[in-house]
C-alpha cells in the first residue's frame, strides 16, 4: 500500500516550496456537477497540493457539499478538504457534518464561522443551539476526530468588525483552539497580506497562512467581490480594468496580469501557499500559473504543465 500523503499542516512546515490549491464550490444540478468535474480534471495536471469545496448553511446546500468532496476525492491526487461553518446550524447539525466528512475519508476541515444570510456586512445571527465563532468551531472539529483543521484570515478587515487588531488576536485564538494553517479572504493588495502576518505573529498567531486568490475576468464581477468581502477593491485594480471595460478580451486579459503580478509579489515576499478561488472554472487560474512558472524562480508551485 502507498504510504500516507502528509497533511497540509505538515506539507507548510516543510517549507522547501510554497503549496499550491484549489476551491470550488458544489454544484446546484447535473450541469453544474459536470462543470465541476471538467475543471478538476483540467486543473490536475498542475499538482495542486489540496483542493476544497465550500460549504452551504442549508440542508441540501450541506448534502451538495459533502456530495461534491465524494465526487472529487476520487478524480484528483490532491487532498480534500472539507468546508465548515457555523451558520444557521445547531452542535448536533455540525456533529453530523464532521461525522459524514470522516465517513467520506476527508481529513481535513477549513473552519469558518461564515456570513450571516444577509452577507457578509449584516449582524450575525447565532444559532440558538449553536456555536458563535470559528474558535469555538475548530474546537468542535478536534473534539471529533484527528483532523487538520484550517481557518480563515483577512488582509483587510472583517466586513463586521472593521478591527484589524480584533482579527489577529482572533486569529490566534483559533490556533491555539487547534488551528494549524489559514487561509485568506480573497484581496488584491499584497501589502495587506504582509501586515496581517505582522499584526498576527505580535499578537501569536504564527502559524502558516496561505494567500487566497481571485482573478477578475469581468468588469461584473468587480461589484460582486465587494459583495463577497465587504470591501472594494483597490483603486489600483479598477481603474486598470475600467480603462478596457468596453473590451471583453482585454478586461480578462488585464484580470489575468494583475493576478500574475499579486501572486509574484506574495511568492517574493514569502507566502507560504497560494489558493485559487476557482469559480469552478480552469482556464484563467492554468493560465495565471502558467505565466507565473514563467518568472524565475516560481517553478516549483506551478506543477509542470500549462493545464489549459
Known amino acids: 500500500m502507498p504510504s500516507p500523503r502528509p497533511s497540509i499542516a505538515r506539507l507548510l512546515a ?26 478538476i480534471d483540467a486543473l490536475e495536471p ?36 472539507g468546508h465548515l461553518t457555523c451558520v444557521s446550524q445547531s ?6 457534518a464532521i461525522d459524514a466528512y470522516t465517513e467520506a ?17 449584516a449582524p450575525w445571527q447565532r444559532h440558538p443551539d449553536g456555536l458563535d465563532n470559528a474558535t469555538e468551531l475548530v474546537e468542535l472539529v478536534k473534539s471529533r476526530g484527528d483532523f487538520c483543521v484550517g481557518v480563515g484570515a483577512f488582509p483587510d478587515a472583517h466586513p463586521d ?15 491555539r483552539a487547534g488551528a494549524e ?36 475576468t469581468t468588469i461584473s464581477q468587480i461589484e460582486r467581490f465587494a459583495g463577497f468581502s465587504g470591501a472594494d477593491l483597490p483603486r489600483a485594480v479598477t481603474d486598470r480594468l475600467h480603462a478596457v471595460a468596453d473590451d471583453p ?13 499579486l501572486c509574484d509579489r506574495l511568492l517574493a515576499g514569502g507566502a507560504p501557499g497560494l489558493q485559487f478561488f476557482t469559480q469552478n472554472r480552469s482556464r484563467a487560474t492554468a ?22
Open 14 to 39: 516543510a517549507g522547501g516550496r510554497p503549496t499550491m490549491s484549489f476551491e470550488f464550490f458544489p454544484p446546484k444540478d447535473d450541469a453544474g456537477a459536470q462543470t465541476l468535474l471538467d475543471a
Open 46 to 81: 498542475l499538482a495542486p497540493d489540496f483542493v476544497s469545496v465550500t460549504y452551504g448553511a442549508t440542508g441540501s446546500s450541506r448534502e451538495r457539499t459533502i456530495e461534491a468532496t465524494r465526487l472529487i476525492s476520487p478524480r484528483t491526487s490532491a487532498i480534500t478538504v
Open 91 to 96: 452542535v448536533d447539525d455540525l456533529g453530523a
Open 105 to 121: 475519508g476527508v481529513g481535513h476541515i477549513l473552519a469558518v464561522r461564515g456570513d450571516p444570510p444577509g452577507g457578509p456586512t
Open 161 to 175: 468588525r472593521k478591527d484589524v487588531e480584533l482579527d489577529a488576536r482572533i486569529l490566534a485564538d483559533k490556533q
Open 181 to 216: 494553517f489559514a487561509i485568506t479572504q480573497l484581496f488584491f493588495d499584497a501589502d495587506a497580506y504582509f501586515r496581517l502576518v505582522e499584526r498576527a505573529g505580535r499578537h501569536g498567531a504564527d502559524l502558516p497562512i496561505i494567500a487566497g486568490i481571485m482573478p477578475v
Open 249 to 261: 478580451a482585454a478586461v480578462r486579459e488585464v484580470g489575468v496580469e494583475i493576478a500574475v503580478e
Open 287 to 308: 493560465e495565471i500559473l502558467g505565466r507565473l512558472r514563467r518568472i524565475p524562480p516560481h517553478t516549483e508551485p506551478v506543477g509542470s504543465t500549462d493545464g489549459e
